[in-house]
């Protein structure tokens, strides 16, 4: 994980303090007023550091002001205990859905995560069910951008659908393959895929509500 200067967590700390202050993403200028801060070039010094680290969103024509990628999100947000983990939304065991929504928190049991950063994320769909994997179920998530082939992760397509799926790597492809024979295994140049986390535990309730 990158390290961040204290300038960089300062000013990111206040981006994920004061995200509701704002009616639309902060441009620079409005940070810099916001925080207090004359130097203009200093500011973007810094925001591109935190591109760079993944933590902002890198400008598009297309929208304006500074945004906070959804690693951000899941990364900087403190539980209140040890035993709690940010739950970040639904994940597809189907077809591809967008995976990170609201967060909140769940206590997790210490056996089922890992001392490195994990979420949880909830399932939607069967395409996982032969590895005992069903619509409904809780996965906890250890956060890291790589995997080793054959481990279950979360894979973001085209940086906009995030699915759960086994994993297999090679130099001008990646397969992603779910544990239902029904379904056929999606396949992606590598470009087009990113990992978000390996699956180190999971969930399941018996209630109905």
Same mark, same amino acid.
């Given at each position: 994980?990158?390290?961040?200067?204290?300038?960089?967590?300062?000013?990111?700390?206040?981006?994920?303090?004061?995200?509701?202050?704002?009616?639309?993403?902060?441009?620079?200028?409005?940070?810099?007023?916001?925080?207090?801060?004359?130097?203009?070039?200093?500011?973007?010094?810094?925001?591109?550091?935190?591109?760079?680290?993944?933590?902002?969103?890198?400008?598009?024509?297309?929208?304006?002001?500074?945004?906070?990628?959804?690693?951000?999100?899941v990364t900087t947000i403190e539980a209140s205990n040890d035993n709690q983990l940010p739950f970040v939304g639904v994940i597809a065991a189907g077809r591809p859905i967008e995976a990170l929504e609201n967060v909140s928190y769940m206590t997790i049991p210490d056996q089922?995560?890992?001392?490195?950063?994990?979420?949880? %994320?909830?399932?939607?769909?069967? +395409?996982?069910?032969?590895?005992?994997?069903?619509?409904?179920?809780? =996965?906890? #998530?250890?956060?890291?951008?790589?995997?080793?082939?054959?481990?279950?992760?979360v894979a973001l397509i085209d940086k906009s659908d995030a699915t759960l799926k086994f994993i297999e790597q090679y130099p001008h492809?990646? %397969?992603?393959?779910?544990?239902? +024979?029904?379904?056929?295994?999606?396949?992606?140049?590598?470009?087009? =895929?990113? #990992?978000?986390?390996?699956?180190?535990?999971?969930?399941?309730?018996?209630?109905?509500?």
């Amino acid at each position: 994980m990158t390290t961040l200067t204290r300038k960089q967590t300062e000013i990111l700390d206040f981006l994920i303090a004061n995200q509701s202050d704002f009616l639309h993403p902060p441009t620079l200028d409005e940070l810099c007023a916001a925080m207090g801060l004359k130097s203009r070039g200093s500011m973007h010094h810094q925001i591109k550091a935190l591109i760079t680290a993944g933590l902002i969103e890198p400008p598009e024509r297309k929208q304006r002001g500074i945004r906070l990628t959804d690693k951000a999100k899941v990364t900087t947000i403190e539980a209140s205990n040890d035993n709690q983990l940010p739950f970040v939304g639904v994940i597809a065991a189907g077809r591809p859905i967008e995976a990170l929504e609201n967060v909140s928190y769940m206590t997790i049991p210490d056996q089922i995560k890992t001392d490195h950063p994990c979420y949880v %994320l909830k399932v939607k769909g069967e +395409s996982m069910q032969e590895e005992g994997i069903f619509d409904g179920d809780w =996965v906890i #998530i250890e956060q890291r951008s790589y995997a080793r082939n054959g481990e279950i992760v979360v894979a973001l397509i085209d940086k906009s659908d995030a699915t759960l799926k086994f994993i297999e790597q090679y130099p001008h492809e990646i %397969l992603l393959i779910p544990a239902n +024979s029904s379904m056929q295994t999606m396949r992606y140049l590598p470009h087009q =895929v990113e #990992i978000q986390g390996v699956l180190v535990g999971q969930m399941r309730s018996y209630t109905h509500h």
